[in-house]
């Protein structure tokens, strides 16, 4: 079993209503306000100092985990295990602590910390820790407002690294993946927490990846990973539309679907794969275009640009950031340099963050990748530095651990 896990994973092109913005940067939730994991920032560095951003400030105290920040309200929003107690934590934007309050216990299983970003809606934040405990806290104060053992109410028990879900919020419910007898895929109402609707019609556990809800044939689908399959359920109903093989090699299906266009594209590492999928034009049938067992994105995120994927290859196999023509499943070129990286996308350029602490700025052209700029977190470890970038009013944050770092990188 391999140790290059964990959770805050990824992207692109879901078209999602946004949550209620809140004044100031806003990136409510894993991958943004749209959950493409593309920021609208302007006027960025086309290329960094020699000695990398100005650093504005780095908070310490975050725990021990992977994820990565969300933001509203003036506040950034992240969770991270201190001592026995799963905590998530909130932080001014000047990285002082606002708040801090506890979501059940540490996870000590495979890879231990925790694993999921904050969703914040409405002046709530969502959290799901690693044991299935779903929690709406307030952003303002951290004040529980209601708390949920998933696990339990549906019947279910993680896979072998934990719950790893980033929860999604449709309207006035939560949606999430417990994979139990008593509910796969399931609906709490956001205010309360009680059950809308849960799903048993799945014949699958849960795995680890975080959901997409787009439009698509008049309906608004639900589309995450199971541990052997990828689904689509009618986000209003519950309802399972349809359901496609997508086998792990390592109990590993992490990273987030992809939806363009009326097509959805699915990867694992350790050469589980990528597969291009379309669906009907009614929503209620997934047909495989293409699947190239080389396409292997463990858990650092996938971008559609201009048609063109762009993802990080597992290290074990396929290492480096590859470039997929979506419409052939061709691969344009394996840029090796790059290694095993994390990604986000801001301005036409992807911000790559590498396992091993070096942070890229990285041209993703067609022709082939170009390294802009880079620098080295200055972090104390050797350990895998896996949680996603973000980059958001102009800044780029960066978690490892125990530690945030923020960077100026507007332009000057």
């Keep these: 079993m391999t140790r290059y896990f964990i959770s805050a994973w ?70 991270g295990d201190i001592g026995s107690e799963q905590m998530v934590m909130a932080f001014d934007l000047e990285g002082n602590l606002r708040w801090k309050s506890a979501n059940g216990l540490a996870w000590r299983g495979p890879q231990p910390g925790s694993r999921t970003t904050p969703t914040w809606h409405d002046g709530v934040v969502y959290h799901l820790n690693a044991h299935g405990i779903l929690t709406a806290f307030e952003a303002k104060t ?27 919020v449709e309207k006035d419910m939560v949606l999430c993946t417990p994979g139990g007898t008593r509910g796969r895929v399931v609906a709490l109402d956001r205010r309360t927490g009680e059950t809308i609707w849960a799903n048993t019609e799945i014949a699958d556990r849960a795995a680890y990846g975080s959901p997409i809800v787009v439009s698509h044939g008049g309906k608004r689908l639900f589309i995450n990973f199971m541990n052997a399959t990828v689904v689509g359920v009618d986000a209003a109903t519950g309802k399972l539309l349809w359901t496609h093989k997508h086998p792990s090699t390592c109990d590993q299906n992490v990273t987030r679907p992809l939806y363009h266009d009326g097509c959805v594209f699915v990867t694992s590492g350790h050469r589980g794969g990528g597969r291009w999928l379309r669906l009907d034009a009614a929503g209620g049938e997934a047909r495989e275009l293409w699947f190239d067992r080389d396409f292997d994105n463990c858990h650092g995120g996938v971008m559609l640009l201009d048609g063109h994927l762009y993802f990080s290859g597992c290290r074990l196999y396929n290492k480096g950031l590859i470039c997929v023509d979506v419409s052939t499943g061709k691969r344009l070129y394996r840029a090796e340099e790059i290694g095993k990286v994390s990604i986000t996308w801001a301005e036409g350029l992807l911000y790559c963050l590498g396992n091993d602490g070096e942070v890229l700025l990285v041209d993703p052209a067609p022709g082939g990748a170009r390294i802009i700029s880079r620098f080295a977190l200055p972090r104390t470890d050797r350990e895998n530095t896996l949680a996603h970038p973000v980059v958001c009013g102009r800044r780029l944050y960066l978690r490892h651990l125990d530690q945030l770092w923020a960077y100026d990188i507007a332009a000057q």
Excluded at 33 to 39: C, E, F, L, T, V
Excluded at 142 to 160: D, L, T, Y
């Design 10 to 79: 990824v992207s692109m092109a879901v078209f999602i209503a946004p949550a209620p913005a809140a004044e100031g940067p806003f990136w409510p939730q894993f991958h943004g306000p749209r959950r493409d994991n593309m920021s609208d920032d302007k006027g960025l560095w086309r290329q960094w100092p020699a000695e990398g951003p100005k650093l504005l400030w780095k908070a310490t105290g975050c725990g021990r985990g992977y994820a990565s920040v969300s933001i509203a309200e003036g506040l950034l929003f992240t969770s």
């Design 142 to 168: 951290g004040k529980r407002i209601w708390s949920v053992n998933v696990a339990q109410r549906f019947e279910a028990r993680p896979g072998g690294w934990g719950y790893a879900e980033n929860v999604i």
